[in-house]
């Protein structure tokens, strides 16, 4: 692996990619640097990351952090067999969880951590946006790379600009490479989502990658708008960034 590239590769969408690789409502993202391995999100379901991340030859045992964006089950499903395959990783929550749980996953040798309104280092040049809105409360990552500012989302529920925000905020004056992950806009509100993609472009995010519950005609007019700018990302696709 080139010593200076990041990885972000697509372990659980609903949007369909690479053959072999099952489609399921939810989310996963296997962030991989030289440094550590990032995993945002687990997925609806844990047989399903399980398999897709054997399919994709990616062990789970080298899972350093897994971070939740927020408490739906569509990205929290796949916890508890992740932690049956991959005990003794670090789990960065957007809230507190029950007592039950937080025991639970300790006995299994989980390090949790619960985030705050601030931004937290995840791994070198990791780092979470801060937990944004109320209900859910949610958190994204920001990756800091020569290239610019890479920004993952879960579905965005605070809103996609808010997330870049939060990012431009942690880092000012850097601008946004990408932004990728679920962007949480109704097709049936075509009228809205467009001012949110303006107001995208309006902050000079450079690339899009999204997926997830973003909708699919928001897909498409998101293709239109950033042309090749538009990076196809749905299960099992992979993005190589500097």
Not at 142 to 150: A, I, K, Q, R
Not at 163 to 183: I, N
Request: proline share 5%.
């Amino acid at each position: 692996m080139d010593p200076t590239e990041v990885r972000l590769i697509k372990s659980y969408d609903n949007l369909a990619g690479d053959k072999g690789l099952t489609a399921a409502w939810g989310l996963s993202i296997w962030i991989e640097s030289p440094g550590e391995v990032v995993l945002l999100d687990t997925g609806g379901d844990g047989r399903v990351l399980l398999d897709n991340l054997g399919t994709l030859g990616l062990d789970p045992g080298r899972i350093d952090q897994v971070v939740l964006s927020h408490f739906h089950a569509d990205h929290t499903g796949g916890l508890a067999a992740l932690t049956r395959a991959a005990a003794g990783f670090g789990l960065i929550c957007p809230g507190d969880l029950s007592n039950e749980d937080r025991a639970a996953l300790e006995r299994a040798g989980v390090r949790v951590s619960v985030a705050g309104g601030g931004s937290l280092e995840v791994a070198p040049g990791v780092w979470t946006t801060g937990v944004l809105g109320e209900w859910p409360p949610e958190q994204g990552l920001v990756l800091d790379l020569e290239s610019g500012l890479v920004v993952l989302t879960g579905c965005a529920h605070p809103g996609p600009r808010a997330m870049v925000d939060a990012a431009k905020a942690k880092f000012p004056g850097r601008r946004v490479d990408l932004l990728a992950g679920g962007f949480h806009l109704p097709d049936h509100q075509m009228s809205q989502a467009r001012e949110v993609i303006d107001g995208l472009a309006a902050r000079g995010v450079g690339r899009v990658a999204p997926g997830h519950c973003t909708g699919e005609r928001v897909l498409a007019e998101m293709a239109r708008r950033w042309g090749d700018g538009y990076v196809t990302f749905g299960c099992g696709r992979r993005i190589a960034i500097r």
